[in-house]
Nanobody, 125 residues
Framework: VQLQASGGGLVQAGGSLRLSCAASGGTFSSYDMGWFRQAPGKDREFVAA????????YYADSVKGRFTISRDNAKNTVFLQMDRLRPEDTALYYC???????????????????WGKGTLVTVSS
C-alpha cells in the first residue's frame, strides 16, 4: 500500500487549501482513513478521520468547523478541505490508513498501519 499526499503550500491566514491523498495497492474502500499533522517541535496529532463508506467523519476540536474530510472510493483518494486557516495550522500533514475498522473513535498514531509522506502547509499571519 502506498499513500501519496499532495496539495500543501503557503497561504495567508484566513485562506484555504485542499489536500489530496491518493492510495495505491490494497482495497481502499475497505479502510477508514485519516489525516494527522506535525508542527515543528511537536508530536504528531490527529486532525480528521473518515469511515470507509464516507458516512462518518470525526475531527479534532482545533479544526472542527473549519476543515472537512471527504473521500472518493472510485478514485482511491481522500481529501482534506482546509478553510479559515490559522498560523497555528502550519505543519506537515500526513494521510494514513486505520489498521482496524471503527478505530477512528480513538484515533492515535499507533492505530494506523500505512502512512503517506507529509505535505507541508504553511500559514502566514
Amino acid at each position: 500500500v502506498q499513500l501519496q499526499a499532495s496539495g500543501g503550500g503557503l497561504v495567508q491566514a484566513g485562506g484555504s487549501l485542499r489536500l489530496s491523498c491518493a492510495a495505491s495497492g490494497g482495497t481502499f474502500s475497505s479502510y477508514d482513513m485519516g489525516w494527522f499533522r506535525q508542527a515543528p517541535g511537536k508530536d504528531r496529532e490527529f486532525v480528521a478521520a473518515i469511515s470507509r463508506s464516507g458516512g462518518r467523519r470525526y475531527y479534532a476540536d482545533s479544526v472542527k468547523g473549519r476543515f472537512t474530510i471527504s473521500r472518493d472510493n472510485a478514485k482511491n483518494t481522500v481529501f482534506l478541505q482546509m478553510d479559515r486557516l490559522r498560523p497555528e495550522d502550519t505543519a506537515l500533514y500526513y494521510c494514513a490508513r486505520f489498521r482496524y475498522s471503527g478505530s477512528y473513535y480513538y484515533p492515535n498514531i499507533y492505530g494506523m498501519d500505512y502512512w503517506g509522506k507529509g505535505t507541508l502547509v504553511t500559514v502566514s499571519s
